[in-house]
């Protein structure tokens, strides 16, 4: 069952450009976690909010998340090339016992 | 540096050939977790274990099974494999405290099964 549904599925912007990419979901949650790949790699996490948070900062990284409207965002600042990946929202639902579901992902891509 | 390690980055198999693919955490996380990675569909989870001896189905366990006999280790099994499971495999681990810390994720297993 997919949970978290990223938006836009692809976006494409120049070095120093601030990204925004956004992530639905559909029901209660105990946090929502942002992670990254790059082309055919594993998963690296980035950045965990939890349902009672509502902004958290990691370096160039800005989650925000809204549970009324069950959607989340992750903004990074100032990118590079080297910010080149695919980024996935994944939501630990209340009761899943540490499950997380993923969504399909938003591709980045910075150009230099 | 702390680390889940996947023991084969690509892999290629025959149709009907029994499977595995291995897994090994080296951070003591009780959680340990299988998805497999298709293009338009996200990751899905085909199994995961609380612990030694535990395991629990996924949204998608049919055709696999698994084995965890010691901690560290958490095995996915293609019983017969088929084209249908050609994907890419991700192992996954995570302590089992809500809130804290994410999944640290191998670096995957692109299984061909032709």
């Known amino acids: 069952s997919q949970q978290g549904e990223e938006d836009p599925q692809a976006l494409s912007i120049q070095e120093g450009e601030n990204a925004t990419m956004n992530c639905s979901y559909k029901?209660?949650?105990?946090?929502l976690q942002w992670y990254r790949q790059n082309s055919g790699r594993g998963l690296v996490h980035l950045i965990l909010i939890r349902s009672n948070e509502r902004e958290k900062h990691s370096g160039r990284l800005r989650v925000t998340l809204d549970t009324s409207k069950k959607s989340s965002s992750l903004l990074i600042t100032a990118s590079r090339a080297a910010d080149t990946a695919s980024y996935f929202c994944a939501t630990e639902a209340r009761g899943s016992n540490y499950k997380l579901t993923f969504g399909k992902g938003t591709l980045l891509t910075v150009n230099p | 540096d702390v680390k889940v390690t996947q023991s084969s980055r690509y892999l290629v198999k025959r149709t009907g050939e029994k499977v595995f693919l291995e897994c090994v955490q080296d951070?003591?996380?009780?959680?340990m977790f299988w998805y497999r990675q298709d293009p338009g569909l996200g990751l899905r989870l085909i199994y995961f274990?609380?612990?030694?001896?535990?395991?629990e189905k996924g949204d998608i366990p049919e055709g696999y099974s698994v084995s965890r006999e010691k901690k560290e280790r958490f095995s996915l099994i293609l019983e017969s494999a088929s084209t249908n499971q050609t994907s890419m495999y991700l192992c996954?681990?995570?302590?089992?405290?809500?809130?804290?810390?994410?999944?640290?994720f191998g670096s995957g297993t692109r299984l061909t099964v032709v």
């Open positions: 029901t209660s949650i105990n946090n």
């Open positions: 274990s609380y612990d030694v001896k535990m395991k």
């Open positions: 996954a681990s995570s302590l089992p405290v809500q809130g804290v810390l994410g999944y640290t």
């Open positions: 951070m003591d996380h009780e959680n």
